[in-house]
């Protein structure tokens, strides 16, 4: 029995790295308006590390997964003043959903979907 609950507890964190792992094409609304990012996403246990590729720009961002909640952050500069952009969501198959918060000054829906890769 014991075997098993370790097994199951190895293959859920295994099943949920797969399901955060990768290529994901995400958009929030800005003051400025619609903004689509690119996220590239790596999984070490809870760990979040990536990418978040702009239109003029791509930058790192840091993270964690638990559960089916994923939480990461990156650094912009708005205005000439650095922010931390912070996206809440929760991870449905291909879907996720939730928030970004823009410094802590104002908060948004955050959404995106699992990029396709052709077979």
Not at 5 to 16: D, E, H, N, S, V
């Amino acid at each position: 029995m014991i075997r098993f609950l370790a097994f199951a507890l190895l293959t859920a964190g295994a099943i949920q790295s797969q399901s955060v792992a990768g290529e994901w094409d995400g958009q929030f609304n800005t003051p400025g308006g619609l903004r689509n990012i690119h996220l590239v996403l790596q999984l070490t246990g809870e760990k979040l590390t990536g990418s978040v590729q702009r239109v003029n720009d791509t930058l790192p961002l840091t993270g964690s997964v638990k559960g089916d909640t994923v939480r990461f952050s990156y650094n912009i500069v708005y205005n000439d003043n650095p922010m931390e952009l912070m996206v809440t969501a929760k991870v449905t198959g291909d879907a996720m959903e939730g928030s970004i918060s823009f410094g802590g000054m104002a908060e948004d829906v955050f959404t995106a979907r699992r990029k396709r890769t052709p077979h």
